[in-house]
């Protein structure tokens, strides 16, 4: 079993880092918060923002949940949304998923999992919006690849239909939106290029 003392022997020696190397460190940020970034990425242990990107503490600002969903009744999330949007003012969004992300294979199949099987559903829902071209890949394993693909995609999507991303850009604040995958083999982050920037790259019907 987890020894929690080692836990905060950990958090010691790691303190201690920190201060040694900057000792104002800590005393900063207790009066500053103001990250540029907003990372909403899956609760996976194995894909932690600071770490992947190489930031420290007060560097970015973090959502995280089974398979990096953003739904649009989803309070949590839109909440950390529009505190990092309309007061911290971050610049970007990078909504990560990652290869081999448990969430996507679980709705990519059939078992039941339990309440998570609801939240799970609206990956299905991507992959039936996309069922011909899924289906045209022959290898399992790339057509699960695909659909972590594609699950950034419509997270990036939906966080663009919100009214609080819409008012921003209308207010003319600058405001980029990205979708990134990580592979857990070898710990490398990729951007899949469908970066939104304003209001005419979304959808007619979901504009405001
Ligand atoms: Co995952």
Redesign the pocket.
Known sequence: MLKIERLFENNRAWARQHTNADPQFFSRLTTLQSPKLLWIG???SR?PANEILGLAPGEVFVHRN???LVIHSDMNCLSVIQYAVEILKVEHIILC??YG????RAAYGHTQFGLIDNWLRNIKDTYARHNDELARIMEDDTREDRLCELNVLAQVESICHTTILQNAWARGQQLEVHGFIYRLQDGLLHDLAVSITGSEQIQDIYRM
Do not use: F, K, R, T
Request: glycine share 24%.
């Open positions: 899956c609760a996976d894909v089974v398979a990096n998923g990652h992300c448990g969430g996507v």
